[in-house]
Antibody
């Protein structure tokens, strides 16, 4: 059964770049079509950040498209999130998840990692 | 794109039924049969409960059901149990080739 685990710095400086890794275990990153990142700001709902196909194709939330990049490393069975020019508004719990094969849903999800943007 | 609209909270006694609405637009919920629902307990990972409007993943109790009419999707929990307490979010594929989530609903078992 596929499991996902987010990792990365818990504190990022304003105007810096937020970089997170999602490790995939129990299955190959190329066995599923798409992989996604999400976030939940304190007291807010979930937001979809973007997704990446194992071929390298990606798609992003229009509201974040200018600042976000998602990539993957097949050899390490990992995919990555980079969000630049961060502000306090980017403070959130960040989650990664597997997209449903051929579908528009997300399962399973990682446990999430909290990232705080502060000096 | 704006978040889908959900009631802030719903509640019910054990054994009762509750329904959570999820209202979008003709560019998301109304356009695609790609509505999914997630249970999100505090401090835990979200869990898929319904996909493609009314399909239940393996392992999800049949007490959970989904439907859609026009721009509004709904999740019904029948035979409410204490373990159902959590935040619930709807999600829809949108015409911008992206996904939009609902505002979230807190389910309380009285």
């Amino acid at each position: 059964q596929v499991q996902l685990q987010e990792s990365g710095p818990g504190l990022v400086m304003p105007s810096g770049t937020l970089s997170l890794t999602c490790g995939v275990s129990g299955g190959s990153i190329i066995s599923n079509n798409w992989w996604s990142w999400f976030r939940q700001s304190p007291g807010e709902g979930l937001d979809w950040i973007g997704e990446i196909h194992h071929s390298g194709r990606s798609a992003y939330n229009p509201s974040l498209k200018s600042r976000v990049s998602i990539s993957l490393d097949k050899s390490k069975n990992q995919f990555f999130l980079n969000l630049n020019s961060v502000t306090a508004a980017d403070t959130a719990m960040y989650y990664c998840a597997s997209n449903g094969v051929g579908g528009h849903w997300f399962a399973p999800w990682g446990q999430g990692t909290l990232v705080t943007v502060s000096s | 794109q704006s978040a889908l609209t959900q009631p802030r909270s719903v509640s019910g006694s054990p054994g009762q039924s509750v329904t959570i609405s999820c209202t979008g637009t003709s560019s998301d919920v109304g356009r695609y049969n790609y509505v999914s629902w997630y249970k999100h307990p505090p401090g835990k990972a979200p869990k898929l409960m319904i996909f493609d409007v009314n399909q239940r993943p393996s392992g999800v109790p049949d007490r959970f059901s989904g439907s859609k009419s026009g721009n509004t999707a709904s999740l019904t929990i029948s035979g409410l149990q204490a373990e159902d307490e959590a935040d619930y979010y709807c999600c829809s594929y949108a015409s911008t080739s992206s996904y939009v989530f609902g505002t979230g609903t807190e389910v309380t078992v009285l």
